[in-house]
């Protein structure tokens, strides 16, 4: 039984092959004038379906022609979907606490050639076939903490970073949740910490952009921003040191990454799993590497990929993130014990934090990383901001 939600695996290429035909046919004729190359963007279990698409060879629509031109998977992790098996119900997904034992992660994780130790197979997602197409892996924090994410950039034989081909590129929106967006409801819910509002959204904007340039242009896009083992950027979980900010809750360790099991009948101690890592971060606890946004850069608190249960404290809560102010003032910072410098201690005034986002912005502007509307909204927002 090979079955994804109704779509065949098998036969996926098919539909694909026929969207894109009657999109892009001689002249247009039946579909968008003009239009000439095809993009495929999964978030999420969508993300996870094109990276297990991918793997499966089937951007070759069975006469050797691409289907997509180009790939943008978001928040997807290192994971595919648990939908070429029998039984499949590809509507779980692993998390510490959530489906923890479903199939969702095998190798190969990653576009370079690795090898797994675990099995001795060697391989890589996009294998070099002339139907492969360009693909841009974006992930927030969450991924790193839940869904192994440092396993699309590393080597799973020695741990160390892994060579991309120029075809790809990965990217870590520093400081984001997995379902991070704006309106997000800041409340921790069934977590202790305040829920993350950050958004990963404006830096997905412009690469989603870029990607198409790359696709129509060959323009390449801004080079991989990920942590990374080589500049110590990229560590064990076990080896964060986070801000002691009373009623903080911190993190109980990153989800272990194994390689599927028995899922019916699993066994009592689980003992294979694969070297993941996760962002390392500064004084106030927010991550050094990957794509900072203006949130980032210039902060208001602690933003965080993870949140954990107030049930269960020794768990991750789902895909959540946490995000704690700073202080206003020095005055305040002390009375509550918070060791993070305050508002007025890292800005002085409101004109400076301003000033520090706009600056901030340009940069990933001229990066390719923001766009010239994202940027605008942002220092817009810092000017209206009423917490100084």
Same mark, same amino acid.
């Given at each position: ?171 870590? /929106? ?86 599927? /099991? ?33 949130? /980032? ?92």
């Amino acid at each position: 039984m090979r079955g994804f939600v109704g779509i065949d695996l098998g036969r996926e290429p098919v539909p694909s092959a026929w969207w894109r035909r009657s999109i892009i046919a001689d002249g247009g004729r039946g579909g968008l004038p003009g239009a000439r190359h095809a993009i495929a963007f999964g978030v999420s279990q969508a993300g996870r379906f094109l990276r297990h698409f991918l793997e499966l060879g089937m951007n070759d629509d069975g006469h050797g022609r691409r289907v997509f031109d180009g790939v943008l998977t978001h928040v997807a992790g290192a994971g595919k979907v648990f939908a070429n098996h029998s039984f499949a119900m590809p509507g779980r997904t692993a998390t510490q606490h959530e489906d923890r034992l479903y199939p969702e992660n095998w190798f190969p994780f990653t576009n370079a050639v690795t090898t797994d130790l675990l099995s001795g197979q060697r391989s890589a997602i996009l294998n070099g076939r002339p139907t492969d197409p360009l693909m841009i892996e974006v992930n927030t924090s969450t991924e790193y903490w839940q869904k192994g994410a440092s396993l699309v950039h590393t080597d799973p034989a020695d741990g160390r970073d892994a060579e991309l081909p120029s075809t790809a590129r990965v990217y870590m /929106i520093a400081g984001t949740q997995h379902g991070g967006r704006p309106g997000t409801d800041p409340n921790p819910g069934p977590c202790v910490n305040p829920r993350n509002p950050h958004s990963a959204t404006p830096a997905l904007r412009a690469l989603f952009v870029a990607l198409e340039e790359w696709v129509r242009t060959g323009i390449a896009p801004p080079p991989s921003s990920v942590p990374s083992v080589a500049r110590g950027t990229a560590v064990v979980a076990e080896a964060i040191t986070m801000p002691n900010v009373p009623g903080f809750a911190l993190p109980p360790g990153a989800n272990r990454i194994g390689p599927p /099991i028995d899922w019916v009948e699993p066994p009592t101690k689980l003992e294979n799993f694969y070297d993941t890592r996760v962002c390392a971060v500064d004084a106030d606890g927010n991550e050094v590497a990957g794509v900072r946004l203006p949130s /980032i850069a210039v902060p208001l608190g602690t933003y965080t990929g993870w949140n954990v249960y107030r049930a269960q404290t020794c768990e991750l809560c789902d895909r959540d993130g946490s995000m704690i102010p700073f202080a206003r003032t020095r005055r305040e910072r002390e009375a509550a014990g918070d060791p993070r410098a305050s508002l007025e201690e890292r800005y002085g005034t409101k004109d400076i934090y301003v000033a520090r986002v706009e600056a901030t912005a340009a940069t990933l502007v001229a990066d390719r990383l923001l766009l010239p509307a994202d940027a605008e909204a942002y220092v817009k927002a810092a000017r209206e901001c009423d917490w100084f």
